[in-house]
């Protein structure tokens, strides 16, 4: 083993885009909002065929599905993929990790495949969710990407001000115990 130490990678750093691939020269990727949940599993069926000689191991084709549980919501992701299944329009998907990071770029596995399960369950004293299944062609491929400003800010719910479009200011740490409160009365503690 090196002397470099294992790092731990948390589930909630892990976010998912989707694209319709027909939209590829026209449209970013867009994020999954309201991610619960996103898993990616691979796996090769193997044939064992016994003989005189010994045991021939035949390997067969990977095989990757991705998946995506989220709260549902009025979005165009979630209604290009309802239009995926429904249309069996190929959809490019990206797992991204938010805590793997080189050189100011994320770690990403990107893949291109259908839409082959979306289930939406709408209890009544709940949000509306959906589970969906990408069935992936080929071998995912991977590397590294930038996650836009947009979707970075949609991640990290930035700050926002109260006038349209007002970006207001973030907070820092060297605002701890700043600020007054001005044009109200105060109160006296008794000395606390």
């Known amino acids: 083993m090196s002397d470099q130490q294992v790092q731990l ?10 694209r319709l691939l027909k939209n590829a020269s026209t449209e970013a990727a867009m994020l999954i909002p309201y991610l619960t949940s996103g898993s990616v599993n691979q796996s090769r ?22 998946s995506a549980n989220f709260e549902d919501a009025i979005s165009k992701v979630g209604d290009e993929i309802r239009e995926a299944i ?21 770690w990403a596995r990107y893949a ?18 959906r ?7 080929g071998e995912p491929q991977e590397g590294w990407t930038t996650v836009p400003t947009e ?11 109260l006038g349209v479009s007002d970006e207001g200011e973030a907070w ?13 009365s105060t109160v006296s503690t008794g000395g606390h």
């Open 112 to 129: 291109q495949g259908y839409v082959t399960q979306d289930n939406g369950t709408n209890a009544p004293n709940a949000v509306s969710t």
């Open 131 to 137: 589970a969906v299944t990408f069935t992936i062609e």
């Open 86 to 106: 429904t249309k069996a329009a190929k959809i490019e998907v990206w797992e991204v990790r938010l805590d793997r990071v080189k050189n100011g770029k994320n």
């Open 151 to 161: 979707s970075q800010q949609e991640i990290n719910y930035v700050f926002k001000g």
């Open 172 to 184: 820092t740490d060297g605002d701890v115990g700043a600020g007054s409160n001005e044009g109200t």
């Open 45 to 66: 069926s193997t044939t064992n065929t016994e003989t005189k000689s010994g045991t021939v191991h035949a390997v067969g084709s990977l095989t990757t599905t991705m």
């Open 9 to 18: 990678l948390q589930g909630k750093n892990e976010v998912f885009f989707v």
